[in-house]
């Protein structure tokens, strides 16, 4: 079984241009979540969708960042314009219905932003 | 103050101690933990998953959870060089679905 994978493993942009990052989660999970970890910090929880709905997008940080999963498989996280307090490492996850605790992670979308 | 506190490190062990890990919260309303291990540039991986307070083992490791003094730990028995990682607590409340807070994590070192 594949886990979940994320695209791209790194970005660099510079300050103002537009990112998108992807995140294909496992086979068969409704449940999908971002996370963001900046450096010197913790990973901060972003949003959670359940199939194609944001079931809690509290951690979005302001409305240069706009999640979608249309058809409730992939989703992508796009940064509109990027500030440099963007730059870190951004993680998706996923989980199966009824179980938010079992959490997989990917890899991780390092973003630089210059 | 963070709701959840996490030491640093790095903790470094000889191989075959035992790793000590443990985190402290303010959140009295947590109710689910985690403990993941998380290896440089990979993606952090559950290790364990605790509900409500007690203890829990799953081979070398054993995760405990004190609700009254808002304190986990997570013990790895005869540690191995490949447990070099960071290790990250996280928790939620009953009504956060899914929504974990995370600790920093923890950089531990096993020399062989």
């Known amino acids: 079984e594949a886990g979940v994978t994320q695209f791209p493993s790194h970005s660099v942009i510079e300050k103002g241009q537009t990112v998108t990052l992807r995140c294909d989660p496992i086979?068969?999970?409704?449940?999908l979540y971002w996370y963001r970890r900046v450096m010197g910090k913790e990973i901060k929880f972003l949003l959670h969708f359940v199939k194609e709905s944001k079931q809690d997008e509290s951690g979005m940080p302001n409305n240069r960042f706009l999640a979608e999963r249309t058809g409730g498989t992939y989703s992508t996280l796009k940064v509109q314009p990027a500030e440099l307090e963007d730059s870190g490492v951004y993680f998706c996850?996923?989980?199966?219905?009824?179980?938010?605790?079992?959490?997989?992670f990917g890899p991780g979308t390092r973003l630089t932003v210059l | 103050q963070k709701e959840v506190e996490q030491d640093p490190g790095p903790l470094s062990v000889p191989e075959g101690a035992i790793v000590s890990l443990n985190c402290t919260y303010s959140?009295?309303?947590?109710?689910?933990f985690m403990w993941y291990r998380q290896y440089s540039r990979k993606g952090p991986e559950l290790l364990m998953y605790?509900?409500?307070?007690g203890n829990k083992e799953d081979g070398r490791f054993t995760a405990q959870v004190d609700k009254s003094s808002k304190y986990i730990s997570l013990f790895i028995r005869d540690s191995q060089p490949s447990d070099s990682a960071t290790y990250l607590c996280?928790?939620?409340?009953?009504?956060?679905?899914?929504?974990?807070?995370f600790g920093a994590g923890t950089q531990v070192v096993v020399t062989p």
């Open positions: 959140n009295s309303a947590f109710q689910y």
């Open positions: 605790t509900y409500s307070s």
């Open positions: 086979s068969g999970h409704d449940n």
């Open positions: 996850a996923s989980s199966p219905t009824g179980r938010p605790d079992t959490q997989y």
């Open positions: 996280a928790m939620r409340d009953g009504d956060s679905w899914g929504k974990f807070q």
